[in-house]
C-alpha cells in the first residue's frame, strides 16, 4: 500500500492564530495529486485543498495554504486566523493507481476560544 | 444537487446476518469506491470500480462484495458480518483522471454485535 504519514494525531491552536499540519508521503512518480480532507463532527469528508505535483506554486484557498516540497515529499497544511468551525480531523491523501486514494492516519485539531 | 447518497446511515446487527449498504451517485462518475475509517487508521480502500461491471480490491478487502451493474450504484455486501467490520463506511465516486477530487458520501456506521 501507498504510504502517507501524519505525525502529531492533535494539535491544539488558539482562535485567530496559525496551525500547520504535516504530512509526507512516498511516491516514485514524478507527475501526481495531493489533497487535504476536513472532517468535521458530523463525519462529512470535506475537500479543503488540492495539490498538482507538478505546478511549483502552492496552493491556496482562502485561510488553507499548503506549503509543498517535491523533493522532501512534504505536503504540510496551514490554517491561518484559525475559527472555531476549523475543529475537526484533517487527512491528507495521494491519488496513485487507478484513481486511488491513499489516506494518512489524521489530525485532530481543537480550536480553543 | 450533485450528491452521493449512503444508506443506512447507522445499522446496528449480529454477526452472520448479511447486509448491504447502498451507494448512489448523481453525477455520472466512472469511479467509484468504498473506504471505512476506523480510529488511528485513518481510511482505507476496500473496493474500487473504474465503470461499470469493473471492480478490483481495495488494501482491506476480506470479507466484503461489491457490484457495479449501473452506472449510478455501487452496493457494497457483507455476506457474512463480523465484529471486526464494526466501523465507518464511506463511498466515494470521481472522474477517473487523477486531477480530480473525489465526493464522499454522509458515511454509514455499522455496528455487528
Known amino acids: 500500500a501507498q504510504t502517507v504519514t501524519q505525525s502529531q494525531p492533535e494539535m491544539s491552536v488558539q482562535e485567530a492564530e496559525t496551525v500547520t499540519l504535516s504530512c509526507t508521503y512516498d511516491?516514485?512518480?514524478?507527475?501526481?495529486?495531493l489533497f487535504w480532507y476536513k472532517q468535521p463532527p458530523s463525519r462529512q469528508m470535506i475537500l479543503v485543498i488540492r495539490?498538482?505535483?507538478?505546478?511549483?506554486q502552492n496552493a491556496t484557498e482562502n485561510r488553507f495554504s499548503v506549503n509543498f516540497q517535491k523533493a522532501a515529499k512534504s505536503f504540510s497544511l496551514k490554517i491561518s486566523d484559525s475559527q472555531l468551525g476549523d475543529a475537526a480531523m484533517y487527512f491528507c491523501?495521494?491519488?496513485?493507481?487507478?484513481?486511488?486514494?491513499?489516506f494518512g492516519k489524521g489530525n485532530q485539531v481543537v480550536v480553543i476560544p | 444537487e450533485a450528491q452521493v447518497t449512503q444508506n443506512p446511515r447507522y445499522l446496528i446487527t449480529v454477526t452472520g446476518k448479511k447486509l448491504t449498504v447502498t451507494c448512489s451517485q448523481n453525477?455520472?462518475?466512472?469511479?467509484m469506491s468504498w473506504y471505512r475509517q476506523d480510529p488511528g487508521l485513518g481510511l482505507r480502500q476496500i473496493y474500487y470500480?473504474?465503470?461499470?461491471?469493473?471492480?478490483d480490491k481495495g488494501d482491506v478487502p476480506e470479507g466484503y462484495k461489491v457490484s457495479r451493474k449501473e452506472k449510478r450504484n455501487f452496493p457494497l455486501i457483507l455476506e457474512s458480518p463480523s465484529p471486526n467490520q464494526t466501523s465507518l463506511y464511506f463511498c466515494?465516486?470521481?472522474?477517473?483522471?487523477?486531477?480530480?477530487?473525489?465526493?464522499f458520501g454522509d458515511g454509514t456506521r455499522l455496528s455487528i454485535l
Open positions: 466515494a465516486s470521481g472522474w477517473t483522471g487523477g486531477n480530480q477530487p473525489q465526493h
Open positions: 511516491t516514485s512518480e514524478s507527475d501526481y495529486y
Open positions: 453525477m455520472n462518475h466512472e469511479y
Open positions: 470500480s473504474m465503470n461499470v461491471e469493473v471492480t
Open positions: 491523501a495521494r491519488i496513485y493507481g487507478n484513481n486511488r486514494l491513499a
Open positions: 495539490q498538482e505535483a507538478y505546478k511549483q
